[in-house]
């Protein structure tokens, strides 16, 4: 197990941290115990390279690692393997808008470090707005090819809760800023949800919600810029315009982490097996087409590498076929469509779906046959939840299958309509503070852990 950090984190309860209702410790546990109790040799450091064929010095496949371990800091050195996960994530490519990120102008609450400083601040334009000063309070994603715009509507309520429990929401304007067409798209293109025999849309079901709370909304829009206190973006219809904040959160756009690959003669084989974005490429149908053919087939089901077949990428790191929403770009040619979300649950079962096929070749031979599981067979829930406490909180909890449409099955909306549903309440917050329990159980893998799904 390769991993730069010392510690785990249950990143959906960042957005607690955010608010200052947890703590880093509340969210995070170190690893080495866990692994050394496992019987797993634990590598505290960065992978930067993939050798799948070997080298001349090296007859094996191998990975090069950079220790983050302070006990070998910066050592280099190299690991070899049979089989080889890649589950790295995204490379949260602040970047990409100058300005944006804890190392400019807004916040985060991406890592508990970010989140804690998004609370921090936080705090401060409480302070103000209790000594008379009204401040405008922005949250969203920070570039027209963000994805993840659940966590961002998930942090907007909950800062909205708490200016309300701080008993000076009359001295705030909050806006959500965001690359989505309309409220409710969520990079997966919108649901119809039933509820109680009636059929809602997201947009309508979000919008309610968005107004009940007086939360104003910026859609289609992609942050160009940040300035001290001034967001600058960009509009589908190619308008440019400009958002005063005084807090402001926003997401950044991720890439993939910058893994390099290497046949064994030395050459770069970076771009066969990786995507321009950084993303790994698997077995998924990358032929570009219109959007109007791309279909449920194109998504991978193995999750193995185009190129080598003992090497898997699974959750944010493999390479999607293509959005799910529907792709658009402004009139000056800016690309405004959120990327496809590869959250949670999808990326466990992806992650267990390709440890079965592993152990199935090692106990059956390596010509076993993959198992599979794809996003166009798979559903998602998501439980934006604001507050705390079991009587205070509340939670807009969605659940969708599959996360990929299906118009060959389900030919009305791409999804199953008894299956996809959202509701609004007490009882969705409790289920998102059991999921922080249960999954940071799970993962200090406690006696019975594998009996909680993913
Ligand atoms: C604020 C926030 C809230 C969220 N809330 C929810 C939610 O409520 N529900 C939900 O389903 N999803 C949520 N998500 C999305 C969810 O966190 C991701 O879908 C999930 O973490 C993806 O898992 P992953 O394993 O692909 O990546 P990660 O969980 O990011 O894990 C990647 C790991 O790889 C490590 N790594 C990176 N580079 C390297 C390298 N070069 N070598 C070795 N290791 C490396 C990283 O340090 C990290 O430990 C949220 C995301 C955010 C940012």
Redesign the pocket.
Known sequence: M????SKWNW??S??WVGVGKMTTEDVTFPLAPIYKRKGITFHQA???ELHPEGSAEIDQPFVTVRYTDPARLDQVDTITYDYLIN????KLNFAATPGLGPDGNTVS??TPGHAVQAAAALTDAIAKMRQGQRQRIVVGVGHGTCT?E??AF?YTFNVEHEIRMAGVRDMADVTYVTNEYELGDFGVGGMVFTQNGFETTSKLWTESLFRERDVKAVVQAHVERIEPGVIHYEQLDGSKNELPFDFAML?PPFRG?D?KAFDRAGEDITSEVFLASGFMKVDANYTAKPYGEWSAADWPRTYESSRFANIFA????FAPPHQISQPRSSTNGTVITPSPP????P?GVM?KTAALTIVDRITNGPTSRSREASMADMG?A??ASSGMGLRRGTAASMTMYPVVPDYERFPATGRSTKDTFGEIGLAGHWIKYMLHVLFLYKAKARPFWYMIPE
């Open positions: 390769v991993t730069p950090n990143i959906p960042n957005i960065l992978a930067t589950a790295t994530g995204p609450v991406c993840c659940g966590a998930e997401l982490v893994l699974v959750g944010i790191a590869r959250t949670g649950m990326s992650g998602a998501c439980v």
